[in-house]
């Protein structure tokens, strides 16, 4: 960057700091402070002295239904962090559901009460890939039906056989999660993303590298941002 | 004080950790140390978000949008640039411009209506704090040490959510003159403010 550039980037920091720069002009100065420290620090104190300003706004509670709705969305994304983790879930609300719809088309799992050991079957059940080096198939047991992935030449499919319906007037949406980062919707647009089949392939858009999860939930008719219900597939490539 | 209902003992426990502590346990998928972190910064992150957005529903909307951004991101969150309070403030504000911007101009008048003239509805609580008193106090005084052009410039920013050409086209100035006058104006209360801060 020219000394010029670094200028008018030095210019911009009182107005990136109050929120002032349009869209692109906002990403090229985060672009900038991340390769220059006088420009980081200077952004960093500008902050700090916008974020003053709040001290002078008017003291009001939000309601306790936000917090609420905030705190269902957040529990919700961690049990699924913990679920992919491979960590044993919790018995709580969503995973009771679960079991629930589980329950009409196998009812001796509600007639044995038996929650932690419905989600554990479905949970537990990641295997790992197996196949060529360019054909890797991953498989994930759920209720009585079975999914896999089949990923070949980077194009990724996921394969259900007698998947149970989801519940009520909900989809199945297909998740991928690289790292630990939350999960993502397979695909930006969300229709590519949802299915409601019990048997049969569905694309997957996302690029799915090694490492990465992908994953199943019922969700509302039209799919989620962000995961409602735990997965019933949890898949991770090799 | 009344302490807020927490959801969860853990969340109990959580409540004697500090804030960056917090967020240690929040980047490892923490939902009850989150909680807490909503609990101690919620009241002024709906304050603020209510001062820009001016409608309830709306506010509420962005500290939804900003919270949940917080917990999806909150490996972004940088110590040593600034307390978790300036992290989560940061967030709202963004969110809340975006919120301004996405509305058109008609959510965009606030930033003109002095603080005493804004319509609030019951929930509006008269702040005993001392201590915050005292910080309201601070700023109010170095905001009165500024040339009143900067003063106007930084509050169509930071509360109008107007960007820097809207500001210009608005007050009929240059463009460079509007940017410098904001950083003129946040280098002074850097200045102010810095002795007092804080955080790291």
Known sequence: MSQADHAAMFESLGAYALGALHDDERAAVSAHIESCPICAEDAAAFQRAATRLTDTVPILEPGPHVRDRIMAVVESEAALMRSAAGERPEVRAPRRSLASWLAPGSGRWAAAGATLLVVGAILGAVLPGTGGSSTRTLDAAVGHGHAWVEVKNGNAQLVVENLPAPPGRKVYEVWVQHGAEPPQPASRKLSDAIFVVSSGRVEIPARIGSGDRIMVTAEPAGGSQQPTSLPVVITTRA | ?200
Not at chain 2, 101 to 119: C, T, Y
Not at chain 2, 131 to 153: C, F, N, T
Not at chain 2, 160 to 182: C, Q, S, Y
Request: proline residues 4%; neutral net charge; charged residues 30%.
């Open chain 2, 1 to 200: 004080m009344k302490l807020p209902r927490l959801a969860s003992g853990r969340s109990q426990d959580h409540r004697q950790l500090g804030d960056e502590d917090l967020m240690a346990l929040v980047r490892a998928g923490d939902s009850a140390a989150f909680e807490v972190v909503y609990e101690r910064h919620r009241v002024v992150a709906y304050s603020l978000a209510y001062r820009m957005c001016g409608r309830r529903p709306a506010a509420e909307d962005v500290l939804q949008e900003a919270f949940l951004s917080a917990w999806r991101r909150s490996s972004s969150f940088d110590p040593l640039r600034g307390s978790v309070r300036t992290w989560l403030l940061g967030i709202v504000h963004h969110r809340a411009v975006d919120a301004l911007r996405r509305s058109g101009n008609d959510g965009r008048r606030r930033a003109d209506v002095p603080v005493e003239e804004l319509e609030f509805d019951s929930e509006v609580r008269v702040d005993d704090d001392v201590i915050a008193r005292d910080r309201a106090g601070a700023v109010r005084s170095a905001m009165a040490d500024l040339p009143p052009d900067q003063v106007k410039v930084v509050e169509l920013a930071y509360f109008g959510g107007f960007t820097h050409t809207e500001i210009a086209e608005m007050l009929d100035l240059p463009v460079g003159t509007v940017k410098g006058r904001m950083r003129l104006a946040l280098s002074k209360l850097r200045t102010h403010f810095e002795p007092l801060e804080v955080t790291p």
